[in-house]
């Protein structure tokens, strides 16, 4: 037996702050009666749930899909040998084995999805998908139209050319430029080496967006459920071969 708005986050219908909404406002019957307090436990391979009239669709609750706001100092990996901070601290202890999707350096702040669901990790790490990573990154020095056009040509690293970036300067001074870059490949540190080959190191870097996800009312060092739309948006996305 779980909580029931436990189950409902899971089930990806909402986050668990919304589905605790969804409740306490009358909207979510259990076995056809409306269940208006929280401490409702459930069992959702017996119990009939619907929220806002729809019933719960529960076989996606061994699927797991959630995006987290990484602060500094956490290391990508599941496991650390040497009791570093991992980015799995952040997160709920009784998920089960979940995985982040393609990591963050661990200076870098920002958007990091985790899932269980193999087939979309691989779907959305492999770069014949090209998913679309925006990066919020401050560099030394004014960015100069020149290398603009060097990074949205793709710029030659030691493990090959980077594809073509997108870029747009959110602010610049002759000693530090904010930068909007967008990128759909993985390479190692690419961000970083790719603003330091042109001469202009990086001093932070947040990830703010992959695809349409963004990291819109979730505050650093949290996370939240990705919604069942959103799993399917980005399922169709890459069943569909369709470019963010
Ligand atoms: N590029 C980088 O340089 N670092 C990251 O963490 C992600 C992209």
């Known amino acids: 037996m779980q909580r029931l708005q436990k189950v409902l986050a899971m089930s990806g219908i909402a986050s668990r702050r919304k589905c605790e909404r969804l409740i306490s406002d009358g909207k979510v019957k259990v076995n056809g009666q409306i269940i208006n307090k929280l401490w409702m436990k459930v069992d959702p391979e017996v119990d009939i749930?619907?929220?806002?009239?729809?019933?719960?669709?529960?076989?996606?609750?061994?699927?797991?899909?959630?995006?987290?706001?990484?602060?500094?100092?956490?290391?990508?990996?599941?496991?650390?040998?040497?009791?570093?901070?991992?980015?799995?601290?952040?997160?709920?202890?009784?998920?089960?084995?979940?995985?982040?999707?393609?990591r963050l350096d661990s200076s870098t702040t920002g958007l990091l999805l985790f899932t269980n669901d193999g087939e979309l990790t691989y779907a959305l790490t492999h770069p014949k998908h090209k998913f679309n990573k925006t990066y919020l990154a401050c560099i030394r020095g004014a960015l100069k139209d020149d290398s603009i056009k060097a990074l949205e040509n793709g710029i030659l690293l030691e493990d090959g050319l980077?594809?073509?970036?997108?870029?747009?300067?959110?602010?610049?001074?002759?000693?530090?430029s904010l930068v909007k870059i967008t990128i759909h490949e993985g390479k190692k540190r690419?961000?970083?080496?790719m603003f330091k080959s042109i001469g202009h190191p990086v001093i932070s870097l947040k990830r703010i967006a992959m695809g349409f996800l963004t990291l819109n009312g979730v505050p650093e060092g949290k996370y939240r459920y990705l919604t069942l739309t959103e799993v399917q948006r980005l399922k169709n996305m890459y069943q569909n071969n369709i470019k963010n």
Do not use: C, F
């Open 49 to 102: 749930i619907e929220a806002d009239g729809q019933q719960i669709i529960w076989k996606n609750q061994n699927k797991v899909y959630l995006l987290l706001n990484k602060p500094e100092g956490y290391i990508t990996t599941v496991k650390d040998t040497h009791g570093r901070k991992t980015v799995m601290d952040l997160l709920p202890a009784n998920l089960g084995r979940i995985y982040p999707v393609g």
């Open 162 to 176: 980077t594809s073509k970036a997108k870029v747009k300067i959110v602010k610049t001074n002759p000693s530090t």
């Open 190 to 193: 690419q961000v970083r080496r």
